[in-house]
């Protein structure tokens, strides 16, 4: 009797782990695509940061349900992705830091450029950040995308590496690195904007003798945009200053 049951219970493991060794039927991913998120006016990269960055949300078709994959956009506004299937796809991108797009695209298998043309909420325009004495001073100007887009804050970043941004940045004390506009102003491109950090006053952030990052930052504030959800950061590229060397 005891055998009996040791053999009714082996049985089907053993019939289990035969049929999930069973290869599948699906293909891996047959195709990569590389590109960038574009200025449609300037032709210029539109920048953005690592976390809580622009995301491209991709559906693929030809499914009864469509599934979301997000690919991620570098700072710089660039992207790839080298594991996706060919074929035809829908995309949107909200919540960024332009106003929201949507389209569709297909990709061969193969190595896909393919490229994505907005209109960013603010441009930042001749941007400058120096050193100047015991201060890191930024100066630039703002156009807007739109006549709905009023700007909310204004930001100099600084960090220890290329991901400098709102979500990575080093939070300084006694200095004019940030404004706030409440309400929000209208946007005046003629204004040329200035803000400074006191090295003196925030050592405890640049204590080696090595390049730091800064980075000029701007949020619009938006009225009656579809879709536009948690408005993000526009920015300038970043600056490279060598400190205590």
Same mark, same amino acid.
């Given at each position: 009797m005891k055998k009996n049951i040791?053999?009714? /219970? +082996?049985? #089907?493991?053993? $019939? +289990?782990?035969?049929? !999930?060794? *069973? #290869? &599948? @039927?699906y293909e891996g991913p047959n195709a990569q695509v590389f590109g960038s998120v574009k200025d449609a006016l300037t032709g210029e990269l539109v920048e953005t940061e690592l976390i809580n960055g622009n995301v491209i949300r991709t559906y693929e078709q030809g499914f009864v349900v469509e599934q979301r994959r997000d690919w991620l956009i570098k700072n710089s506004g660039e992207y790839r992705n080298n594991l996706v299937f060919a074929g035809d796809y829908r995309y949107e991108m909200f919540e960024c830091n332009f106003y929201p797009t949507e389209g569709i695209f297909s990709l061969d298998e193969s190595e896909n450029n393919l490229d994505f043309f907005v209109t960013p909420? $603010?441009? /930042?325009? @001749? #941007? !400058? /950040?120096?050193?100047?004495? @015991? *201060?890191i001073i930024a100066t630039f100007s703002l156009e807007a995308g739109g006549p709905e887009v009023t700007l909310f804050e204004i930001c100099l970043f600084a960090f220890? &590496? /290329?991901h400098v941004g709102n979500y990575t940045r080093f939070a300084l004390v006694n200095s004019e690195d940030r404004l706030q506009f409440s309400p929000t102003i209208a946007i005046d491109n003629s204004i040329t904007y200035t803000l400074k950090i006191d090295l003196s006053s925030n050592e405890v952030f640049f204590p080696y003798a090595k390049n730091y990052y800064f980075r000029i930052g701007a949020m619009a504030s938006l009225s009656d945009v579809e879709n536009s959800g948690s408005v993000k950061f526009n920015y300038a590229p970043y600056v490279v200053i060598p400190l205590n060397q």
């Amino acid at each position: 009797m005891k055998k009996n049951i040791l053999i009714v /219970i +082996f049985l #089907p493991c053993l $019939l +289990f782990t035969l049929f !999930s060794c *069973e #290869p &599948d @039927n699906y293909e891996g991913p047959n195709a990569q695509v590389f590109g960038s998120v574009k200025d449609a006016l300037t032709g210029e990269l539109v920048e953005t940061e690592l976390i809580n960055g622009n995301v491209i949300r991709t559906y693929e078709q030809g499914f009864v349900v469509e599934q979301r994959r997000d690919w991620l956009i570098k700072n710089s506004g660039e992207y790839r992705n080298n594991l996706v299937f060919a074929g035809d796809y829908r995309y949107e991108m909200f919540e960024c830091n332009f106003y929201p797009t949507e389209g569709i695209f297909s990709l061969d298998e193969s190595e896909n450029n393919l490229d994505f043309f907005v209109t960013p909420y $603010l441009r /930042i325009v @001749n #941007p !400058s /950040i120096q050193k100047s004495g @015991n *201060e890191i001073i930024a100066t630039f100007s703002l156009e807007a995308g739109g006549p709905e887009v009023t700007l909310f804050e204004i930001c100099l970043f600084a960090f220890s &590496d /290329i991901h400098v941004g709102n979500y990575t940045r080093f939070a300084l004390v006694n200095s004019e690195d940030r404004l706030q506009f409440s309400p929000t102003i209208a946007i005046d491109n003629s204004i040329t904007y200035t803000l400074k950090i006191d090295l003196s006053s925030n050592e405890v952030f640049f204590p080696y003798a090595k390049n730091y990052y800064f980075r000029i930052g701007a949020m619009a504030s938006l009225s009656d945009v579809e879709n536009s959800g948690s408005v993000k950061f526009n920015y300038a590229p970043y600056v490279v200053i060598p400190l205590n060397q």
